[in-house]
């Protein structure tokens, strides 16, 4: 996504979503003139474990953020979107309904624009009756940090459609049809991770969604109750996922789909990896596929560890991914890999990437009484690699979308 967020955090307790809708309700009524018909919070999310495998039908493990994207809307009767994003000073971006066209001119007018345009778009592509509205957008989701800013905005977009228009569209839906508005309108082949992660995550747990079929299940994650706490080290590397190395690596994995004849790569055994890698010519679809399968292994692996209430010992299985996101996929950066590096050499438990990669974000799993060390460790990293300072935060499973005002 090219831009509505900021960088500041938020709660997400009734008190601090009040008193969000309520600026967001103020600055609407700036732009606009009257109040709106009410405000929608989507959250950003951060993947615990499951990278790269949404849209091979694999599984995933994210939690929400407490940070959130807020669109006060009001409703149009003649056919006008109206888009304000209260973090660019662009002005309002207008667009006729009946000229939306998928990749069409809205990017040229404001590249954040096409996002909830998109998810307008989507709406109609399916059938949905939806008339034109007003849209006044604030977030705290971090930009191109690998942290889903573009999946708040359309979430958070659908749900105050979705009202707005008495669509009644269950979270489920609403997910599948901001995926379609982002692969189809926007023009960039996610999967449904973030969309499913900020549509349906509920406070305090991580979500186990198989991405096939959308089975979901909502796993308790309470670290503090364990002395412990997972970190995000936001590199401040702005990663752009439309530039086709995504789309790239997601054609790869289609390939090696295909050369062993099954419906996507969610379906080769980890049992019998290796037999699948040998029958692949290609060596870059070979690493593409053997990350992929190894893991969806590590997602299970996670769930077993979890459920067995044993969270330290998932530390190894963070790095372990982050290995094969870098060696494997190859989606890596250096600053992720320092701070990977940097943070289990101070003490933590584990540490990866999160995201889509190439910048972005990482994990880290550390106990409660080396967490500040290892923030200084990375930091001191960082700052004798010449890189940009990192912002280092917690990450809190929050709830998923809802309206606030």
Same mark, same amino acid.
């Given at each position: 996504?090219?831009?509505?967020?900021?960088t500041?955090g938020?709660?997400t307790g009734?008190?601090?979503?009040a008193?969000?809708?309520?600026?967001?309700?103020d600055?609407f009524?700036e732009?606009y003139?009257?109040?709106?018909?009410?405000?929608w919070?989507?959250?950003g999310?951060?993947?615990?474990?499951?990278?790269?495998?949404?849209?091979n039908?694999g599984?995933v493990?994210?939690l929400a953020l407490?940070?959130?994207c807020?669109?006060a809307?009001a409703?149009r009767?003649?056919?006008v979107?109206?888009?304000?994003?209260?973090?660019?000073?662009?002005g309002?971006v207008q667009?006729d309904l009946?000229?939306?066209?998928?990749r069409?001119p809205v990017g040229d007018r404001?590249g954040?624009?096409?996002?909830?345009a998109g998810?307008?778009?989507s709406?109609?592509?399916?059938?949905y009756?939806?008339?034109?509205a007003?849209l006044h957008i604030?977030?705290?989701?971090?930009?191109?940090?690998?942290?889903s800013?573009?999946a708040?905005?359309?979430?958070?977009?659908?749900?105050?459609?979705?009202?707005l228009n008495a669509?009644e569209?269950t979270?489920?839906e609403?997910a599948?049809?901001?995926?379609?508005g982002?692969?189809d309108f926007v023009g960039?082949p996610v999967?449904?991770?973030?969309q499913?992660?900020?549509?349906?995550?509920t406070a305090?747990?991580?979500?186990?969604?198989d991405?096939?079929?959308l089975t979901?299940?909502?796993?308790?994650?309470?670290?503090?109750a364990?002395?412990?706490?997972?970190?995000?080290?936001d590199?401040?590397?702005?990663?752009? +996922?439309g530039t086709? *190395?995504? %789309?790239? &690596?997601?054609?790869?994995?289609e =390939?090696g789909?295909? /050369?062993?004849?099954?419906?996507?790569?969610?379906?080769?055994p980890?049992?019998?990896?290796?037999?699948a890698l040998?029958r692949?010519d290609?060596p870059?679809v070979?690493?593409?596929v053997?990350?992929?399968?190894?893991?969806n292994?590590?997602v299970?692996?996670t769930?077993r560890?979890?459920?067995?209430?044993?969270?330290r010992?998932?530390?190894p299985?963070l790095t372990?991914g982050?290995a094969s996101l870098?060696?494997?996929f190859?989606?890596?950066?250096?600053?992720?890999d320092?701070v990977v590096?940097s943070?289990?050499a101070?003490?933590a438990?584990?540490?990866?990437?999160?995201?889509?990669?190439?910048?972005?974000?990482?994990i880290? +799993?550390?106990?409660? *009484?080396? %967490?500040e &060390?290892?923030?200084?460790a990375? =930091?001191s990293a960082? /700052?004798?690699?010449?890189?940009?300072e990192?912002?280092?935060?917690?990450a809190v499973?929050?709830?998923?979308a809802r309206?606030t005002g």
């Open positions: 996504m090219t831009g509505t967020g900021g500041s938020t709660g009734d008190t601090t979503d008193v969000d809708a309520a600026r967001a309700a600055g009524r732009v003139g009257p109040a709106p018909d009410g405000v919070a989507a959250p999310r951060v993947n615990l474990i499951g990278e790269h495998t949404d849209y039908d599984f493990m994210p407490p940070h959130t807020r669109v809307a409703r009767d003649d056919g979107l109206r888009l304000h994003s209260g973090e660019i000073g662009s309002v667009l009946d000229t939306l066209e998928p069409g404001g954040w624009a096409a996002y909830p998810v307008l778009w709406l109609r592509a399916h059938g009756r939806v008339g034109g007003d604030e977030s705290t989701v971090p930009v191109g940090a690998g942290l800013s573009s708040a905005l359309e979430v958070a977009t659908a749900f105050a459609l979705d009202e669509l569209l979270p489920e609403i599948r049809i901001c995926r379609h982002e692969n960039v999967g449904i991770m973030d499913m992660a900020s549509a349906c995550c305090g747990h991580a979500l186990h969604l991405t096939r079929d979901q299940r909502q796993v308790p994650f309470d670290l503090a364990r002395g412990l706490r997972l970190l995000v080290v590199t401040r590397v702005k990663h752009a +996922l086709g *190395a995504y %789309a790239e &690596r997601r054609a790869g994995c =390939a789909a295909a /050369a062993l004849g099954v419906r996507a790569l969610r379906d080769v980890y049992e019998g990896l290796d037999e040998a692949l290609d870059e070979r690493r593409l053997r990350h992929v399968v190894t893991e292994r590590r299970e692996e769930i560890l979890l459920d067995a209430g044993d969270p010992a998932i530390g299985v372990a982050h870098r060696d494997d190859a989606v890596s950066c250096p600053e992720l320092t590096e943070a289990n101070a003490g438990l584990g540490a990866r990437m999160t995201g889509g990669g190439f910048g972005g974000s990482a880290v +799993l550390v106990e409660d *009484a080396v %967490a &060390r290892v923030g200084t990375v =930091a960082f /700052a004798a690699a010449g890189y940009r990192p912002r280092v935060f917690e499973p929050g709830g998923g309206r």
